[in-house]
């Protein structure tokens, strides 16, 4: 049989540099807004719970704020459900240009909602109902943005490239966030941030969606997709095997889906415990000025895409099992010292030390997570799988910090639970990295 003829000879198209470096770009964007949305919504929690969860206990309304996020964490999976299927079925760059987009949109109309003192409890009711919105279109940039970034890029750099679109970009959305919350602070400063700068905080959704759109436009399918699209065509009369969410829940593949989700799960509720919580940490705890918990938080973003940034890399020459065990095991010891250590801390250097230290450790470990993901499945189930797994696992551990504002016993309370909470997950987290395979290589067979 022909090269022509026999679709298992088709070669993967080499892309240009220019090409796979679009690719990489649009991958590292598309992952940021998942943290830009989070770090929005963390830098004014405890006003959008005074406006949209009033409540007579200061700890009741944050923790309002904080359910008002996961309820965006609970619907993701279904995003990833969606936007996943459409990317394995019809491509990434179709199902990333339309959730990015509408992450941007839905950012900045949060800065139009009314309040509770102006409507009444119904503005509770439209905050969480585009949170809702929101929540199936960063379920849908997660579900494309690593792939196509992944799937663009060498063997020798895909280790790499995880730890940068991971941790890079979840540290870029970070480190936007914060920039936009320390120039909102100059424009707005004292009670005038409370009153109408944390709306400026949401507009600035509206930069995300154009600059997206900008990028864009000249991004190319990764070479992966194009192969089994051309397969596809070449084999016109073989039977379907299913759809992509069908086949992701069949015998075949959904033990590899709980494992991951395992993973998934220790990653994410580490991070929101870490890095996720250090501005109401900081804020509560060690009563930082705005100004200054902007500044450490800038250092933290640094910290975390370095951390992710060297974890990564160093999957690609020992294998992403060894990694993945032994930063959980770190994490394990290192995360409840850090958090005691950190409720004693008064000055600015000082907090910055620890929290750097904590971000570089929480981003670090899941530095290598999303191209182990990938190699677990092959490629027209690829976005699908990895986007749940991924989604799934971090829309329960996005609900971590609701439990703690919770179970506190107010803001002196919280760095104890906060340390009990960091081991237990990060535990679960070493359980997982134990019953994984290597997968390392495992794209190019898939």
């Not at 719970?49 to 619907?75: D, H, I, Q």
């Not at 950012?107 to 809702?132: C, D, E, K, N, Y």
């Amino acid at each position: 049989m022909s090269a022509i003829s026999d679709p298992e000879a088709l070669p993967l198209a080499v892309p240009t540099r220019r090409q796979t470096a679009l690719a990489a770009a649009a991958a590292l964007f598309g992952w940021s807004l998942d943290l830009f949305d989070l770090f929005i919504l963390l830098y004014v929690a405890p006003i959008v719970g005074r406006l949209f969860f009033p409540a007579t206990e200061p700890m009741l309304s944050l923790a309002g704020a904080y359910a008002a996020f996961a309820v965006t964490l609970l619907v993701r999976p279904l995003g990833s459900a969606l936007f996943g299927s459409y990317a394995d079925r019809k491509g990434r760059r179709r199902a990333l240009m339309i959730a990015v987009v509408g992450v941007g949109v839905c950012t900045a109309i949060f800065g139009l909602l009314p309040s509770v003192a102006q409507i009444g409890w119904s503005a509770s009711g439209l905050f969480l109902l585009f949170r809702l919105i929101q929540g199936l279109f960063v379920g849908g940039v997660v579900a494309s943005s690593h792939t196509i970034g992944t799937e663009s890029v060498p063997e020798r750099w895909r280790g790499l490239m995880s730890g940068v679109v991971g941790g890079g970009g979840s540290a870029m959305g970070g480190l936007f966030a914060s920039l936009v919350f320390y120039v909102v602070t100059l424009l707005a400063p004292g009670d005038a941030f409370a009153e109408w700068g944390w709306r400026l905080m949401f507009f600035s959704g509206l930069l995300t969606s154009v600059v997206g759109l900008l990028l864009f436009r000249h991004l190319q399918e990764s070479p992966a997709f194009k192969a089994a699209a051309r397969k596809k065509a070449l084999q016109p009369e073989t039977v379907v095997p299913g759809s992509p969410l069908r086949r992701l829940f069949a015998r075949r593949y959904a033990g590899i889906f709980f494992v991951n989700t395992i993973m998934t799960l220790g990653a994410g509720a580490g991070y929101y415990l870490t890095s996720g919580y250090l501005p109401t940490f900081l804020n509560l705890v060690n009563h930082a000025p705005g100004r200054v918990a902007a500044i450490v938080l800038i250092g933290a973003s640094v910290a975390a895409a370095a951390g992710a940034t060297l974890f990564g890399e160093i999957s690609q020459h020992v294998g992403r099992k060894p990694v993945l065990l032994w930063s959980g095991v770190t994490r394990v010891v290192a995360f409840p010292i850090l958090f005691l250590t950190l409720a004693k801390l008064t000055d600015m250097t000082s907090m910055a030390l620890c929290v750097m230290a904590i971000a570089f450790l929480a981003n670090g470990s899941y530095g290598p997570i999303l191209i182990f993901l990938n190699e677990r499945f092959p490629t027209d189930l690829r976005a699908t799988g990895t986007g749940l797994s991924w989604n799934v696992g971090f829309a329960i551990g996005g609900m971590m910090p609701t439990a703690v504002s919770l179970v506190s016993n107010g803001p002196e309370g919280l760095p104890m639970t906060l340390a009990i909470f960091a081991t237990a997950v990060s535990l679960l987290y070493v359980i997982g990295a134990l019953i994984i395979p290597e997968t390392k290589g495992n794209l190019e067979r898939g």
